[in-house]
């Protein structure tokens, strides 16, 4: 157990400079406290050996730094001295602490604590890791009048005060197992700030795992696609790869190695989210800077070693190892994107570096384009209408949240998604249209069609990026009720790590408080009825007729749609239903006279349209009406739009803060989240103590430690988009089985 042997205290002066004479064996501290506008630890001229053990500050109530750093080395007897140049001339104390049984090489750092203004304060519990702990606590204050105390299990070491501006340094060394900081009260409440550091020594380390095969380990790094055939060593073989070859010294045909991160000077991505749970969603991006001198990056450089390969498309995927880096290490590895490389830019700029730029783009990115047919089904559940959408655009990489409401059909079938350029619905079509391709299958937007089934339930979603390049990405959905029962997945404080808070703002623009929902209840009739009758009977078909080709309009979806010919001899048919219509192709063999045509089916039942609406009249009359209309084809049941709208109410009827929090330095507390995880955030001088958050977008930069000399990429900033959230606990829903009626569980929003 550590033991305090000796203290020096210099003359306070400044700059301050002492000597003592030190113990062979024994470990020493230098614990400077400082109130200032600047970093102390900048300003400590020290000798060789010192090594900066820990640095903790938080400002106080007129814009001061209150800080501590303490500096350690194992003495080797004789003469030590340390000189210590502070910013201001006041509000600054300096120990020399000699402890014996104790060493640097076995300390580390368990806990940094700091706390604002107030009449009586005390220091957080901590989890006491190890042994021999030290507690160096520093307290400023605008006055004499305060007092300290220590907690269960600390001796007092040492104190001290400053002359002005009082600034006391306290050291407790421990002489049992300690779990709990020492109290600190004042009965000043404007003046007080304290800031504490704990040391100890670190516990035998466990054993580590075996390191995993070396196939399964997970490399980190910026890694590209180029032969579309799975990140690893592509060929470049694409169909222009002859006539690369063909060329003088054409780099067609020569293996390609799919990790560029070497090449790599800065990367800057955007996940955003959305936050109201019914309006749609922005690609990803990833803006990715590479070296350029050599041309590699042109499309039309011919001596790439990755020509003629350098197309938008490929498939891109960037991760970082736990401590920010991107070299293979067998560490844990976060990834940060995997999308699609949208457009390749050279950019030669005169009197500089030629650079490029990859500009990519996540999978919604390209669902934005895309189409999707989806087959008419019928009383399908949201989750099963959503991965009919990822099955029609050939997507297996998805996770889905659970939507078990139930909708009366779905899919892209109708004469509304049919693109017909030729023929009115009920009459005949010329054949040579249909072999134009006139006439095409039915589809709908992708993208559009997965963000109208978010809107029936509040469910968002996003495309998370894998945590290997194997893995690439996958599609999420988190329902409604997302994270409303848990705890933070992490605590921000926004005066930590360079952080800096922007737009914390109460606004009325997030408020509304009149959710009004057009619902049409619709069921599907269980009887067989005749749906649909072609009027121009009688005609001929047949080898002296034209074949004819004629589009039904049934007016609503109909199921189960079967066609009926009565004709004077065999006719073939081919029918193609759409949903509420349906696509006929006669022929006959034989000249033949057709006397009737039919459609059978079960029809959509649809009540009269009628619109939900819920309103919040305490807000309303305080922020005026602040509206949200929701509206969509597969609203067809009024307890699915009364629900969604009083989600809306109860969660935006006041305002929610949305501020942007930039962190840097923050990366095992930054690097597990994802979108719409929780926080939550503590800015001192915004008064915002543990307030909940959701996060709605992330922003995030890496670059070179010296972009003039190439350096190794490494993490440069994090940025926060958040959203206050209405509650600020955890709720606790009711659960069938788990709950008792008795009991305060309450049903979820």
């Known amino acids: 157990m550590a033991t305090l042997e000796n203290a020096t205290e210099p003359v306070a002066t400044n700059p301050i400079a002492f000597g003592f004479t030190a113990t062979a064996g024994r470990m020493l501290l230098v614990s400077i406290s400082s109130r200032n506008t600047g970093d102390p630890s900048g300003s400590v001229v020290a000798p060789s050996g010192w090594t900066r053990l820990g640095y903790n500050r938080t400002f106080n109530p007129v814009g001061f730094q209150d800080s501590i750093v303490v500096y350690g080395k194992d003495a080797a007897g004789g003469e030590t ?36 203004s107030g009449t009586s304060m005390t220091g957080s519990s901590v989890s006491v890791v190890g042994t021999g702990l030290v507690w160096c606590h520093f307290a400023q204050s605008q006055d004499n009048s305060k007092s300290f105390s220590a907690g269960t299990g600390w001796t007092l070491a040492q104190e001290d005060e400053a002359s002005s501006h009082p600034a006391t340094i306290i050291v407790y060394a421990e002489t049992t197992d300690a779990t709990v900081l020492p109290a600190a009260t004042s009965n000043r409440t404007n003046g007080w700030r304290a800031v504490t550091l704990v040391f100890g020594v670190a516990p035998e380390p466990e054993e580590p795992p075996d390191p995993p095969e070396a196939e399964d380990a997970p490399v980190p790094g910026m890694w590209v696609d180029w032969g579309l055939d799975g990140f690893g060593v592509s060929v470049s073989e694409s169909e222009d790869a002859p006539l690369a070859r063909m060329l003088p010294e054409g780099g067609g045909g020569a293996d390609v190695e799919d990790n560029i991160t070497p090449d790599v000077k800065r990367v800057v991505i955007h996940r955003g989210g959305f936050a109201d749970h019914l309006g749609g969603t922005s690609p990803g991006t990833m803006t990715v800077t590479v070296k350029n001198e050599d041309g590699k990056y042109n499309p039309d450089n011919a001596d790439s070693p990755v020509y003629p390969l350098v197309k938008p498309d490929l498939s891109i995927w960037f ?96 004469t509304r998604t049919r693109t017909v350029t030729a023929g009115t619905p009920g009459q005949f079509v010329p054949t040579q249209d249909v072999l134009r391709g006139r006439i095409r299958q039915p589809t709908a937007n992708a993208l559009a069609l997965l963000e109208e089934l978010n809107a029936l339930a509040g469910t968002r979603h996003f495309i998370e990026p894998g945590d290997t390049k194997e893995d ?48 049409r209840p619709t069921t599907v009739d269980g009887n067989v009825v005749t749906v649909w009758r072609y009027g121009q009977v009688p005609f001929d078909v047949g080898p002296a007729a034209s074949v004819r080709i004629i589009i039904a309009d049934f007016g609503d979806y109909v199921f189960d749609a079967a066609l009926s010919v009565a004709a004077t001899g065999s006719v073939t048919s081919a029918f193609t239903p759409f949903g509420d219509g349906a696509l006929i192709r006669l022929d006959a063999a034989a000249e033949v006279t057709v006397t009737a045509l039919t459609v059978t089916g079960r029809l959509v039942r649809r009540s009269d349209a009628e619109t939900i609406e819920r309103t919040s009249t305490s807000s309303r009359n305080r922020y005026g009406e602040r509206r949200q209309s929701i509206s969509s084809d597969y609203m067809q049941s009024t307890g699915l739009a009364k629900g969604i709208a009083e989600f809306v109410l109860w969660k935006f009827a006041e305002p929610l803060t949305r501020p942007r929090v930039d962190l840097i330095n923050t990366l095992s507390k930054t690097l597990p989240l994802e979108l719409y995880d929780v926080l939550t955030l503590t800015i001192d001088r915004l008064h915002v103590a543990g307030r909940r958050f959701e996060m709605i977008g992330l922003h995030e930069e890496w670059q070179t430690a010296a972009v003039t000399t190439n350096g190794p990429l490494v993490f440069s900033s994090f940025s926060f988009e958040l959203q206050e959230t209405p509650n600020q606990t955890a709720l606790s829903f009711f659960r069938v089985d788990i709950s008792s009626l008795d009991g305060t569980d309450g049903l979820a929003p």
Not at 91 to 103: H, K, L, P, Q, T
Not at 332 to 350: A, C, K, L, Q, S
Request: glycine share 8%; with cysteine; net charge negative.
């Open 81 to 116: 001295s340390v000189t210590v140049d502070f910013p201001n001339t006041d509000g600054n104390d300096v120990f020399v602490e000699e402890w014996s049984d104790a060493s640097i090489v076995d300390y580390i750092l368990v806990s940094e604590t700091r706390v604002g």
């Open 319 to 414: 991760g970082v190892n736990a401590d920010g880096t991107v070299e293979d290490q067998n560490m844990t590895v976060y990834g940060r994107f995997g999308g699609y490389v949208r457009e390749i830019v050279p950019m030669p700029v005169p009197g500089s570096s030629y650079e490029a730029q990859l500009i990519c783009d996540d999978a919604f990115g390209r669902w934005r384009q895309a189409t999707a047919r989806v087959e008419f089904m019928e009383d399908p559940s949201i989750a099963e209408a959503r991965e009919a959408v990822l099955d029609a655009l050939d997507e297996t990489r998805f996770d889905l949240d659970t939507e078990a409401d139930h909708i009366a059909f779905f899919g892209t079938t109708g």
């Open 472 to 519: 690439w990405y996958q599609y999420r959905t988190v329902n409604r009720h997302h994270k409303l029962d848990d705890s933070p997945d992490a605590d921000i404080d926004g005066e930590d790590h360079g952080a800096a808070t922007s737009g914390y703002r109460a606004t009325r623009d997030t408020v509304i408080n009149v959710a009004e929902v057009e619902v």
